[in-house]
């Protein structure tokens, strides 16, 4: 049990590293893309900035399917992950399994 929950903060925290790193990232790039954009190509580019927007329109129900089958796989690589890093902790773990221990349950054992 409590491997388990190590196992969910280190996945937690490896993960939330990894999407402020891209997130931190793409906010560099917008920035750069940002400062380097002057008025005159900004009106220039006018019409395929608003096309690109106007084009990515979806309905609802799309929108709320999509969102939850994003969800779902998150969800399960997120689990996969805490599977994977669990089996690891277990195997690193040399100590004779105790009852209610570090290493008590069927993993072990």
């Keep these: 049990m409590a491997r388990t929950l190590i196992a969910r903060l280190i996945v937690v925290i490896l993960l939330g590293i990894a999407t402020g790193y891209a997130v931190g990232k793409s906010l560099a790039k917008d920035a750069a893309t940002g400062r380097e954009l002057t008025l005159k190509q900004y009106i220039a580019d006018f019409e395929s900035h608003k096309e690109k927007l106007v084009s990515s329109d979806m309905s609802m ?18 689990e996969l992950l805490v599977f994977v890093v669990d089996k690891a902790l277990a195997r690193m773990d040399r100590r004779p399994a105790e009852p209610g221990g570090w290493a008590d349950g069927p993993i072990g054992r």
């Design 61 to 78: 129900g799309v929108a709320i399917f999509v969102g939850v089958l994003m969800l779902v796989v998150a969800l399960g690589v997120y």
